[in-house]
């Protein structure tokens, strides 16, 4: 198979997409004063839903990250409450797609955390999680909630593994242990029965996530690549890299056959990492650049020449990482495809910026806004990890967002045990590598000894409850 060259001239073709610019939000509907991470991990350190806005903040000890309202923008003051219960670094944060107040957060501390933000935002710091997740055994660098199934969460440690987390018991249930160094991105097909990595040791792959099983691998030796997304139902994944020369290309590959490129485009010769977003109902791509401040979009088509440049979205203020609002949070009255939430670290600002379709008409646009994934789950976790599939739950966008019947996270109760994934038990002991690593097992081992504490303080009360019960028995008429 040749791979084909594209060239950067855009191709001048009926698209309904062709004319969508960028709208950068007036500075009051902006986030202002947030003291954004400095933290030069690759990841986005926010995440947006159609309530909250999530943004990991720069803290002296342990992690954390700020959840603000949607509504409450402007200057938000130093003293805003935060949550705050990790030892290290946050490193990622993601929304529950089906319970808009859950949100999941990794951490240098080796732990996965589950938070349930109150209704109305944080009105004092938070520092107990909902549950504690300990699983992985060095630091926690992505996690990935499954898109058709309640409370299915993927996580991959710098240990080389990705868990499986069933949130309904609080364990892991499998482990993906096929990759042999740091796994730099996760991505999912649109019923989740497929993920696709990749990874530090310049392999793509597409695994069947149960079983951990690896369909597909690519050496990607001549287009390293750093970033990968699923193209919907399209059987494409793209992928965003680096070429032989250094400079920044993106690939297009067949998802059942990895081993060779269908098209490698070099994008231009800056250093930053190109972050990729995919929209399913337009087909569209927008590739955004780390400390740059332009946003490219193409549309993605099944036959060539597959990508069409459209346009670029400039400005000078550098990104650090970009939210993306889901579908149901948009502006349809707008016109509104799609909606960042842009880092810029050096203002401490967040500042959001709308995709949209330039139309006369005021009457709901039918042809952009197709039934989309909603907020209800598809399966459950036992359907799921027995091994059923099932399409998102669709919902139409005409009406706006109507809040489904709400649901609500129940947390396990848990009793702490050995962690045992594949007759593996992860929680034993792993001789640290660093001095950072060995101040993460002392937290750890702390956290452990005080729960012990109040686990053994709460046996003795019990215990002396107990013995005085014995001793009215003892002491009462009938026993005279």
């Known amino acids: 198979m040749t791979v084909t060259k594209m060239s950067w001239r855009p191709q001048y073709r009926s698209s309904k997409f062709r004319n969508v610019y960028g709208k950068v939000a007036n500075r009051e509907h902006c986030f202002d004063s947030i003291p954004i991470t400095k933290n030069v991990h690759d990841n986005h350190f926010c995440a947006v839903n159609a309530r909250f806005l999530a943004i990991v903040t720069e803290s002296a000890g342990g992690g954390s990250f700020l959840v603000i309202p949607l509504e409450q923008t402007g200057r938000i003051e130093p003293n805003y409450p935060k949550v705050c219960g990790h030892q290290g670094n946050v490193l990622d944060i993601k929304w529950n797609p089906f319970i808009d107040n859950i949100i999941a957060s990794c951490s240098e501390d080796t732990s996965v955390r589950i938070w349930e933000i109150p209704e109305g935002g944080l009105k004092r710091n938070m520092t107990e999680a909902l549950l504690e997740l300990h699983g992985h055994s060095r630091r926690v660098g992505l996690v990935e909630w499954h898109p058709t199934t309640n409370n299915i969460l993927f996580s991959a440690g710098y240990d080389y593994k990705v868990l499986i987390w069933n949130l309904d018991v609080g364990e892991p249930v499998k482990m993906i242990d096929c990759h042999s160094d740091v796994i730099l991105c996760m ?30 691998e690519a050496n990607c030796k001549n287009h390293r690549v750093n970033r990968v997304v699923f193209l919907g139902n399209m059987k494409r994944l793209l992928t965003t890299g680096v070429s032989r020369w250094n400079t920044r290309q993106i690939a297009l590959w067949d998802q059942e056959d990895l081993s060779m490129p269908l098209i490698e485009e070099e994008i231009d010769g800056l250093s930053g990492l190109l972050f990729p977003f995919y929209d399913a109902d337009t087909h569209m791509l927008y590739l955004a650049g780390k400390g740059d401040g332009n946003i490219r979009y193409y549309e993605i088509s099944t036959e060539k020449p597959y990508l069409s440049y459209l346009m670029e979205f400039r400005s000078p203020a550098p990104q650090k ?13 707008a016109c509104e495809v799609f909606r960042f939430y842009k880092l810029v670290t050096l203002k401490g600002l967040i500042e959001p910026i709308s995709m949209i379709v330039p139309r006369r008409s005021d009457s709901y646009q039918e042809d952009i806004y197709p039934m989309t994934p909603g907020t209800e ?20 966008l005409k009406e706006g967002y109507k809040k489904s019947p709400k649901m609500v996270f129940k947390a396990p109760i848990k009793e702490k045990k050995s962690v045992v994934v594949n007759g593996i038990d992860l929680l034993e002991n792993v001789p640290p590598r660093t001095e950072n690593e060995l101040l993460r097992m002392f937290f750890r081992q702390q956290d452990e000894i005080r729960r012990l504490k109040e686990e053994l303080a709460q046996k003795d009360i019990r215990i002396r409850q107990l013995q005085l019960e014995l001793k009215n028995l003892r002491n009462s008429p009938k026993n005279c």
């Not at 789950?377 to 139409?396: C, F, H, K, Q």
């Open 321 to 333: 990482g970009l939210g993306v609002m889901p579908k149901h949070g948009l502006d349809v009255s």
């Open 377 to 396: 789950p598809a399966l459950t976790p036992d359907e799921w990890l027995g091994g059923i599939n099932r399409d998102p739950v669709l919902m139409s």
């Open 187 to 216: 991505s999912f097909n649109t019923d989740g029965s497929l993920l696709t990595t990749t990874c530090k040791d310049k392999k793509l792959r597409v695994i069947e996530p149960r079983s951990g099983r690896v369909l597909q």
